[in-house]
């Protein structure tokens, strides 16, 4: 009987389940041109005043959570869009951001350590 086990040292979460990022709780707070972004509950206060996004809009219960976080909150107007983003720190545009898909970002940082006889 062969027994083989594989030990993991690194296991990427900070990856989006879905191809659109919704659900994305992960902690990218840059968007994919490297600007940084600006805290989703100051966008609220001004930017995304009327844009329909509220607290129950994101995966992590309300703006103040989602902090600056890269995240594609559900509007009540216009539902979601393609990808995670965010809105810009320096000039207040929203960006998409770039982050792996799970599958994609573990295929990448497993360093499986194969241990056992085979």
């Known amino acids: 009987m062969s027994t083989v086990s594989f030990l ?3 296991w990427n979460t900070d990856c989006k389940q879905t191809l659109d990022g919704v659900g994305y709780k992960g902690n990218t707070h840059t968007a994919r041109n490297g600007k940084e ?3 989703w509950a100051d966008a609220l206060k001004s930017i995304l005043k ?8 994101f995966p992590d ?3 103040e959570n989602a902090k ?6 559900q509007s009540s107007t216009r539902g979601y869009v ?3 983003w965010c809105v810009a720190k320096d000039d207040g545009a929203a960006y998409f951001c770039d982050l792996p898909l ?3 970002a573990t295929l990448q940082t497993f ?4 241990q056992g006889r085979i």
Do not use: H, M, V, W
């Open 61 to 63: 219960g309300s703006a």
């Open 68 to 73: 600056n976080y890269c995240r594609n909150p």
């Open 82 to 84: 393609k990808d995670a």
């Open 50 to 57: 009327y844009s329909g996004l509220t607290d129950a809009s």
């Open 8 to 10: 993991f040292d690194e």
């Open 102 to 104: 799970c599958c994609e």
């Open 111 to 114: 360093k499986p350590i194969a």
């Open 37 to 39: 972004c600006q805290s």
